[in-house]
């Protein structure tokens, strides 16, 4: 019973060797050469192992000539892709331009909510002569929606320009976030201390 253990472990440790001598290398060389070399050694052995080791190597050999004619580009990185959303994953700048794009969106609904409650109390005015052409007492949504479709086409383009130039649209956005930042703030600062 000892030497059947023995002949069965001796059998497996020779699969390993094919697999990782044929894993070893995409390519034909000294590890294709070391992978059938020690196919030869198990097709002598007694038992099943030269067949399951002809499979073994066969089933591991089939990819083989599609790779060798495949083109190899060794300068070119394999590019991430996103398998979920079909789409290359991104970089740590365009996650940052992200970020940052969210940081906006937050300050600038600050900013429309305090502007939005200074108008309808009369204790503040839009301080952007364009968009003081959409307040009005009779539709007070009015500036909201203009506000916010504002902030969508800035959020297309930044999406836009994240896709080439990431560091370029996180600058933009953070400077639009200070920018609403301060408004908000500002806006609150003038109704809690009681007038302009």
């Given at each position: ?10 059998d ?19 590890a ?51 398998v ?17 794009i ?21 204790r ?40 080439t ?21 500002h ?10």
């Amino acid at each position: 019973m000892s030497e059947h253990v023995e002949q069965r472990f001796a059998d497996h440790s020779t699969y390993l060797q094919i697999a990782r001598a044929l894993v070893a290398t995409r390519q034909p060389g000294p590890a294709l050469s070391r992978a059938l070399a020690l196919l030869k050694k198990s097709l002598v052995a007694a038992d099943r192992a030269p067949v399951r080791a002809a499979i073994l190597a066969c089933v591991l050999l089939l990819p083989w000539p599609a790779a060798a004619q495949a083109p190899i580009d060794s300068a070119a990185p394999e590019p991430c892709w996103n398998v979920a959303t079909d789409t290359p994953c991104e970089t740590w700048a365009q996650r940052g331009t992200s970020l940052s794009i969210i940081a906006m969106v937050a300050a600038s609904g600050a900013d429309l909510a305090a502007t939005s409650y200074g108008l309808g109390s009369g204790r503040i005015r839009e301080g952007n002569p364009i968009l003081a052409l959409f307040v009005s007492p009779d539709h007070p949504a009015l500036i909201g929606a203009v506000k916010m479709a504002i902030t969508g086409a800035q959020i297309w383009g930044l999406m836009k320009l994240r896709a080439t130039h990431p560091k370029l649209a996180t600058g933009i956005a953070l400077a639009n976030v200070a920018v609403s930042s301060w408004a908000a703030w500002h806006n609150t600062h003038v109704l809690t201390r009681g007038g302009p």
